[in-house]
């Protein structure tokens, strides 16, 4: 037995129940022909690279399931009849294929996906001494906080108001007399 992934565009067009019997007739084509469907995913409507039948976008649908080369003539015949469908693609994944590691595997995600992990965050009561906040005596003088950096504008700016108002005694720079140039 081979191991094969077929994917199939459908038309976006219509509804969940007129899907559910394309995709109900590859699954019943699977089973009658002696093959296993190890997964069914439903990636939904898509925007399309090029048209096809004048439709800019498409519903997607992958099957990865284990048959012979009968399964795949079945299915891509059906999907050849069926108005239903825009375009399909069949991949061979493997040549032989273990139908019974094929279910562990399925029951192993199955149960994978049944209880998700529980991303808690922990509070700092519970946090470790490594990730407590330092203390003033531990932060480090030269440390640099958000409002300490300045933005190009802001630099800029600043670099202006020290070019127009040196420091020091202004009244020293500041000429008393006019004095003419000679002619």
Same mark, same amino acid.
């Given at each position: 037995?081979r191991r094969y992934e077929t994917i199939i565009i459908m038309d976006p067009d219509l509804s969940a129940e007129k899907r559910e019997p394309v995709l109900k007739? &590859?699954?019943?084509?699977?089973?009658? =022909?002696?093959?296993?469907?190890? !997964?069914?995913?439903?990636?939904?409507?898509?925007? !399309?690279?090029?048209? %096809?039948?004048?439709?800019?976008?498409?519903?997607?649908?992958?099957? #990865?399931?284990?048959?012979?080369?009968?399964?795949?003539?079945? %299915?891509?015949?059906?999907?050849?009849?069926? #108005?239903?469908?825009?375009?399909?693609?069949? &991949? !061979?994944?493997?040549?032989?294929? #273990?139908?019974?590691? &094929?279910?562990?595997?399925?029951?192993?995600?199955?149960?994978?996906?049944?209880?998700?992990?529980? =991303?808690?965050?922990?509070?700092?009561? #519970?946090? /470790? &001494?490594?990730?407590?906040? /330092?203390?003033?005596?531990? %932060?480090?003088?030269?440390?640099?906080?958000?409002?300490?950096?300045?933005?190009?504008?802001?630099?800029?700016?600043?670099?202006?108001?020290?070019? !127009?108002?040196?420091?020091?005694?202004?009244?020293?720079?500041?000429?008393?007399? %006019?004095?003419?140039?000679?002619?």
């Amino acid at each position: 037995m081979r191991r094969y992934e077929t994917i199939i565009i459908m038309d976006p067009d219509l509804s969940a129940e007129k899907r559910e019997p394309v995709l109900k007739r &590859v699954q019943d084509v699977i089973e009658q =022909q002696g093959g296993f469907l190890a !997964l069914l995913d439903d990636w939904g409507a898509r925007k !399309l690279a090029y048209e %096809i039948k004048k439709k800019e976008r498409g519903y997607y649908v992958r099957f #990865d399931y284990c048959g012979t080369a009968a399964v795949v003539d079945e %299915i891509e015949r059906f999907f050849r009849i069926d #108005d239903r469908v825009l375009k399909f693609m069949t &991949v !061979l994944i493997d040549k032989t294929v #273990d139908i019974g590691k &094929v279910k562990e595997e399925v029951a192993a995600a199955e149960k994978k996906a049944e209880v998700p992990e529980k =991303q808690v965050a922990p509070s700092e009561a #519970d946090a /470790p &001494v490594e990730q407590a906040t /330092p203390s003033e005596e531990e %932060i480090p003088e030269a440390q640099t906080t958000p409002s300490d950096v300045e933005t190009p504008e802001q630099e800029a700016a600043s670099a202006e108001t020290q070019t !127009l108002e040196p420091e020091g005694d202004k009244s020293d720079k500041i000429p008393t007399e %006019i004095e003419e140039e000679p002619k």
